[in-house]
Nanobody, 122 residues
Framework: QVQLVESGGGSVQTGGSLTLSCAAS????????LAWFRQFPGTVREGFAL?????????YEEHIVKGRFVISRDNSDNMLYLRMNNLRPEDTAVYYC??????????????WGQGTQVNVSS
């Protein structure tokens, strides 16, 4: 089982940047795909970026990311990151990291972090 703790959320103005971090622990971390999700009030959590264990595969939902976000991981420190640039008010949401099972699919989450709030003001 993988345990995840996000940090780095906060408030920024339109056009600003944030880097979210996700600290992972557990014996299976190094073999898991990891992903970032976000959730708006009253909606389902939506995955938009994932990275496989050796970081050889990164996938983005471009209709969300639009070339602005970069996912990365550092297996030596058990960390997952999300660099978000050119943030917009519509990016305001709670952001979650998730560990995925061997299918490496947004639909196959085996562990969630607690979430971190990102607020983007105009």
């Amino acid at each position: 089982q993988v345990q995840l703790v996000e940090s780095g959320g906060g408030s920024v103005q339109t056009g600003g940047s944030l880097t979210l971090s996700c600290a992972a622990s557990g014996s299976t971390y190094s073999g898991n795909c990891l992903a970032w999700f976000r959730q708006f009030p009253g909606t389902v959590r939506e995955g938009f970026a994932l990275v496989n264990a050796p970081s050889t595969i990164k996938y983005y939902e471009e209709h969300i990311v639009k070339g602005r976000f970069v996912i990365s991981r550092d297996n030596s420190d058990n960390m997952l990151y999300l660099r978000m640039n050119n943030l917009r008010p519509e990016d305001t949401a709670v952001y979650y990291c998730g560990a995925l099972d061997t299918a490496c699919s947004f639909a196959r989450v085996i562990s969630w972090g607690q979430g971190t709030q990102v607020n983007v003001s105009s």
